[in-house]
């Protein structure tokens, strides 16, 4: 009897100390608490067969297993089901849509964003020129002990209006200013801009892209390092999608282009390629 006792009593005791023991470190020794990965991707709708393209998609995040998803160009319409809520779904993440579209519309197109963490606050602002149907969306998160925002947006498209985008990222800047709370931020999206362009420029007094700092030199390649797939955009080898962090609140750890393989029947995940960022959280 007695050795059964001492028995039971090491078992509770292993049982307590896993349960108060740290979270396991990661891969470079790091708190994992302070480790925040994000992927953004533009969808490219409900074009070029969605329900084949999907499979990959859902693959690969699924492996990634990122904190938040950024995604652009999510459609719902009365033939596809909202694409942020049907993948939120089948990952096992929360999410928040944004579109100029009103709610109950036969179609809302818009940006998105999915995340495995407790939702602390969540929202969305439309960005001028209304006229271009702009939106960009936010969600603050608790990552253990730790709060961070992530916004996505998806700005103008047309080559010759960088002016337009200027007056986006404007908007944007100041929606981060009203919202963030005094939380490290994230910015992610496609800004259909590189990041050298002029009009990014605001962006990157208080940002810094996170490719930019882990692939010095990449503009020197473009085709490289493009995220415009070559399928869809054969002359087109632009970096357009994004991942800025907060100054002096982020560490770049890793910043890798994802989403950019053929499947076995030739059929790609997105007419853009996704791009996946590991950053560490610094002390305030």
Not at 40 to 58: C, F, G, M, S
Not at 102 to 115: D, M
Not at 152 to 162: D, F, M, P, S
Not at 180 to 199: F, Q
Request: glycine share 8%; with cysteine; hydrophobic share 40%.
């Amino acid at each position: 009897m007695l050795r059964w006792r001492c028995v039971l009593v090491l078992a509770v005791c292993h049982l307590a100390g896993c349960a108060g023991a740290p979270a396991a470190p990661t891969r470079d020794g790091g708190d994992p608490d302070d480790r925040i990965t994000v992927v953004t991707l533009n969808l490219y709708h409900d074009k070029e067969a969605w329900p084949e393209r999907r499979p990959a998609i859902v693959a690969a995040l699924r492996e990634l297993r990122p904190d938040v998803i950024a995604l652009q160009e999510v459609i719902g319409n009365e033939s596809v089901r909202n694409q942020a809520e049907s993948l939120a779904e089948e990952l096992g993440y929360e999410y928040t849509f944004s579109s100029t579209d009103p709610v109950g519309s036969p179609k809302r197109y818009g940006n998105a964003l999915l995340t495995r963490h407790p939702l602390i606050r969540r929202g969305w602002k439309r960005l001028r020129p209304l006229e271009d149907s702009r939106t960009a969306a936010h969600v603050r998160i608790a990552l253990g002990g730790r709060e961070v925002n992530v916004y996505v947006t998806h700005l103008h498209n047309t080559v010759e209006g960088a002016h337009i985008r200027a007056q986006q990222v404007a908007d944007l800047l100041a929606f981060v200013r009203e919202t963030g709370g005094g939380a490290p931020s994230i910015v992610a999206g496609d800004l259909n801009a590189e990041s050298s362009n002029p009009e990014l420029e605001p962006l990157a007094r208080g940002f810094v892209s996170t490719y930019d700092v882990l692939h010095p030199g990449a503009d020197r390649d473009p085709r490289a390092h493009t995220t415009l797939n070559p399928h869809f955009f054969p002359v087109d080898h632009r970096r357009i999608d994004h991942i800025y962090v907060e100054r002096v609140r982020f560490t770049p750890l890793e910043s890798k282009i994802i989403l950019d393989r053929a499947d076995a029947a030739g059929r790609w995940p997105s007419d853009h390629f996704g791009l996946m960022t590991r950053v560490r959280i610094l002390p305030r």
